[in-house]
Antibody, heavy 116, light 110 residues
Framework: EVQLVESGGGLVKPGESLTLSCAASGFTFSNARMSWVRQAPGKGLEWVGRIKTKTEGGTTDYDIPVKGRFTISRDDSKKTLYLQMNSLKIEDTAVYYC???????WGQGTLVTVSS | QAVVTQEPSLTVSPGGTVTLTCGSSTGAVTSGHYPYWFQQKPGQAPTTLIYDTSNRHSWTPARFSGSLLGGKAALTLSGAQPEDEAEYYCMLSYSGTRGVFGGGTKLTVL
């Protein structure tokens, strides 16, 4: 059974940092491009960024609002995807999902709340 | 930055057929945008229905189909069921480097 389990969400103040994790199981993680998607309360889905496989160079792409503040990385030995978020803003408040778009799998999400 | 547009809301009768569309501010949607369609029910994570324009996953009911129609990506639901009431999102890929979601279509089965 495929599982993606996000963790690391919580309440932080503006300007602080937070790192999310996504633990994968049930598929060959190292062969999968992985992405982060977020959803602000009551709003639609927003693409955050993606990391390619190591074979493809492990390159990353980000949406404009998070570029330079967020970093996506992966540890294939741990089958884990990460999202390091720096200089958090109130508008970063959202449920963050990890997903393998190509294979169609989604985690259940983890809530990040940025508030003073 | 590209904007992806969807109908804000649609209504379909049980057993009826409805088509949701997904347009791009940059021009016609093509297979090169690798259109995706997702379904999200309240309080749940999204699920992927369609990838690469028209491919279903093993869990996608056959009543859902994807296509390109009139310069847009389209999701057609034939034989709507009450459980199909949900929010539907499309996503397009631009230059293979970033994805952009549409604003979502709230589908009511009534």
């Amino acid at each position: 059974e495929v599982q993606l389990v996000e963790s690391g969400g919580g309440l932080v103040k503006p300007g602080e940092s937070l790192t999310l994790s996504c633990a994968a199981s049930g598929f060959t993680f190292s062969n999968a491009r992985m992405s982060w998607v977020r959803q602000a309360p009551g709003k639609g889905l927003e693409w955050v960024g993606r990391i390619k496989t190591k074979t493809e160079g492990g390159t990353t792409d980000y949406d404009i609002p998070v570029k330079g503040r967020f970093t996506i990385s992966r540890d294939d030995s741990k089958k884990t995807l990460y999202l390091q978020m720096n200089s958090l803003k109130i508008e970063d408040t959202a449920v963050y999902y990890c997903t393998t778009f190509g294979s169609g799998y989604w985690g259940q999400g983890t809530l990040v709340t940025v508030s003073s | 930055q590209a904007v992806v547009t969807q109908e804000p809301s649609l209504t379909v009768s049980p057993g009826g057929t409805v088509t949701l569309t997904c347009g791009s501010s940059t021009g016609a949607v093509t297979s090169g945008h690798y259109p995706y369609w997702f379904q999200q029910k309240p309080g749940q994570a999204p699920t992927t229905l369609i990838y690469d324009t028209s491919n279903r996953h093993s869990w996608t009911p056959a009543r859902f189909s994807g296509s390109l129609l009139g310069g847009k990506a389209a999701l057609t639901l034939s034989g709507a069921q009450p459980e199909d009431e949900a929010e539907y999102y499309c996503m397009l890929s631009y230059s293979g480097t970033r994805g952009v979601f549409g604003g979502g279509t709230k589908l009511t089965v009534l």
